[in-house]
Structures are given as structure tokens and as C-alpha cells.
């Protein structure tokens, strides 16, 4: 889980992903991962498979999944109204 707040802080440190993003490892999950680095805690990408990573010392999240949870808080500030 994570909080709005979170989300927001993570958001404001991560930006807005330039439209013509390339990963360096492709987005197959299939595909063969370096073992260090690290992964996104949500959707277990790899940091070279995203564009950026917000990593605490127990958890990470990608830009992707931090604009998932966006779309998530919104929908519930939608249904409130």
C-alpha cells in the first residue's frame, strides 16, 4: 500500500516522463534481468526497464506504477463527489 501523500512526494521527484522514453532492457518480463539493481516494489520492473525510481531503504516504486495510484486516488476523489 501507499498513502496519497506518498504518491504526491514520489510524483514531485520523479517529474513527467519525456514522451519518447526507450528502456535500456526491454519491457518482456521474460527477458533475462540483471540481478543487482533495483525493482520496482509494485510491478517488479527493473530500473532499466523504467524511466525513474523512488527507492527507500525497504521499498521502490516506478514512474509507471506512481501514475497508477494517481489514477487510483482520483477515481476515489471522483466517487466522493
Known sequence: MICDECVRLSRDLVGTRPPKFTPTIPRSRDYAL????VRCSFCNFHEDQVWKMVAGPDLAICDECIGLCEEIIAEGERART
Open 34 to 37: 540483471p540481478a543487482s539493481g
